[in-house]
């Protein structure tokens, strides 16, 4: 039977109509399918290294020692406690007890954090008492800790006993009469049992706690029996700490009250000091210390002091120079004058006291505000210290001893 390759088969179901012909793509470029839209995740945390919990320093050479970076450099006028006692105990003549300070220091519990500038304060304490077998004893020591070598023994001549030449002796109290602030008031009683003036500059202090007004008190009145004259400089800046630390009427801080009125007799403020003396009556219900009319002090005679010899390149300044106004630095300022640049050498200079380091930073800071900076070479460690303490570094090119 023929079969028909165009005829429509029997009983066969018609076919689904043909899908609408797309004409096909012309040429050019390719377009991307836009995918479904889909949730976007949330970004994952970067992944960091967990910190280094182990704080022990990591020894050089071993794995995970880091290199090492750039060193913090010390200020070089930053003055360690320690040396600004000891250069302030060396200016008032307290040798003795300068040395056992430093000596403490390099041999205490904390004697691994003792720089090398107390090491050659000590060398120079030794140098100045005559001190050769103790020095030669430190200089082992020095070597071994230091890993270098240690100065060497110049045969210093020994200072006198008083080693100021009988100048006022001084005492900076502050920031506060508590830690080191206390021990200060240590070393003023003490000075005031062996001198017949002392000073105690108050211009530091920032506060004054109770305990404390009772110990200066104490030092005070104890001075003034053994005959001592306790001059007391910058009062008004304690005077005013202490204003602000009593209230009329508010019984407290007693020690504060007296040693206010203390301060009022001191500086001759004798309506202040009885304004002030009514109120504590008042407040406290007791008798308040009664008015004193000053005593006038003799005029004292000022040291003499050697004329120092002056090279054309340097200022010299040799030996002790003790005094409020010695002729030596009166002297270096008609010097500087005439020559240019200013150069003080202090390589002879054994020590200088505290008034005399004041006199000099005048003179410095006379100089630099004319425009000619000074240079200061040569100075021992003791006297290099006390002219930081005071700030001459502001003022003067300050070259310090390496040994």
């Known amino acids: 039977m023929p079969f028909s390759f165009f005829g429509k088969k029997p009983g066969a179901p018609r076919p689904a109509p043909a899908a609408k012909r797309q004409r096909p793509a012309q040429p050019g470029p390719a377009r991307a399918k836009t995918p479904a839209p889909r949730i976007p995740e949330p970004p994952r945390p970067k992944e960091e290294p967990l910190p280094n919990l182990d704080f022990a320093p990591a020894v050089e050479g071993e794995p995970g020692a880091s290199a090492p970076g750039p060193a913090a450099r010390e200020d ?61 004893t430190r200089a082992v020591e020095y070597a071994v800790r230091f890993g270098r070598s240690p100065p060497a023994w110049s045969g210093a001549e020994r200072s006198s006993a008083r080693g100021t030449g009988g100048a006022t002796p001084i005492v900076v109290l502050g920031p506060g009469f508590d830690g080191p602030g206390a021990r200060q008031l240590d070393i003023l009683e003490r000075m005031a049992s062996k001198h017949e003036r002392v000073r105690a500059d108050l211009g530091k202090l920032r506060s004054a706690g109770e305990p404390g007004c009772a110990r200066l008190i104490e ?86 002091t050697p004329p120092v010899p002056a090279t054309p390149g340097a200022y010299v300044m040799s030996g002790d120079i003790s005094g409020a106004s010695p002729a030596v630095l009166r002297d270096l300022s008609v010097w500087a004058a005439a020559h240019d640049p200013v150069v003080i050498d202090c390589s002879a200079l ?27 070479r040569g100075a021992n460690h003791l006297v290099g210290a006390l002219l930081r303490v005071l700030g001459v570094a502001q003022f003067a090119q300050l070259d310090r001893r390496k040994s």
């Open 76 to 136: 070089p006028n930053q003055v360690h406690s320690v040396v600004e006692e000891v250069a302030i105990l060396y200016a008032n003549g307290e040798d003795t007890h300068a040395a056992e300070i430093l000596e403490h220091a390099v041999q205490g519990e904390d004697a691994a954090a003792a720089t090398e500038e107390v090491w050659f304060l000590l060398f120079d304490l030794y140098h100045v008492a005559g001190k050769r077998e103790a020095f030669e």
């Open 219 to 304: 030092v005070l009145h104890a001075a003034k029996k053994r005959g001592c004259e306790v001059v007391l400089q910058n009062a008004a800046n304690l005077s005013g700490i202490l204003e602000r630390s009593i209230e009329a009427g508010k019984r407290e801080n007693p020690a504060s009250w007296l040693l206010l009125l203390e301060l009022y007799q001191r500086q001759g403020m004798q309506e202040k000091f009885e304004e002030c003396a009514v109120n504590y009556a008042v407040t406290f219900e007791v008798s308040p210390p009664s008015w004193e009319m000053p005593r006038k002090q003799p005029p004292r005679s000022q040291p003499k």
């Open 350 to 376: 054994r020590r200088m006291d505290f008034v005399c380091a004041g006199t000099l930073l005048n003179t410095l800071a006379e100089l630099k505000a004319a425009g000619r900076p000074a240079r200061i």
